[in-house]
């Protein structure tokens, strides 16, 4: 009973950290950056490097992705190529609408509606649910990523990963405009 009561009264302030961690800009992405138009960086060639990272800081899929966008005047479309370190592929098609000159909203196949969008000055802000294949069984997650141009070339990436408010990893993505 002494267990169980411990236990609820050491969760309900790990739960409210946890859910206080979201979407506040990480301390590399502070300075000016450079002003970002996501359908201008992303036109042509792009390749990044990522890793995802668990709540408790163990270090779990790293991978390469070759990224080829193109820009319509209306659509970017962005062909993503993923490589695991174990050697798994994915690949991931964007359709990223502008919908006004700060906010855009996307889809994709594995993309649970619509992602949605708004840049601000050097930084993008974000967001879509996916529900994750975990081998024997799905679990949605939704990504809150904070992008940030920090100069022309590169963009830097940082996505909290969370299942319903809690944040459970997070991905760290560096982007190389080629």
Do not use: H
Not at 80 to 109: C, H, L, M
Request: hydrophobic share 40%; proline share 3%.
């Amino acid at each position: 009973m002494f267990a169980n009561r411990l236990l609820r009264v050491l969760t309900l302030p790990l739960l409210l950290v946890l859910v206080s961690c979201g979407n506040t800009l990480p301390p590399a992405f502070k300075g000016a950056g450079v002003p970002l138009v996501l359908e201008e960086y992303f036109e042509g060639s792009t390749r990044a490097d990522g890793v995802f990272i668990d709540f408790f800081g163990n270090v779990g899929d790293s991978f390469v992705v070759d990224v080829e966008g193109t820009w319509d005047g209306t659509v970017l479309t962005l062909d993503e190529d993923f490589t695991y370190a174990d050697g798994r592929k994915q690949r991931r098609i964007w359709y990223i609408t502008k919908t006004s000159p700060n906010t855009y909203v996307g889809r994709a196949d594995d993309v649970i509606g619509e992602a949605r969008g708004e840049v601000n000055g050097a930084t993008l802000t974000w967001t879509y649910d996916v529900d994750l294949d975990l081998g024997d069984r799905t679990q949605r997650v939704t990504f809150d990523d904070v992008l940030f141009l920090q100069d022309e070339q590169t963009l830097l990436n940082q996505a909290d990963v969370k299942v319903g408010p809690a944040v459970i990893g997070v991905v760290k993505i560096n982007f190389t405009k080629l």
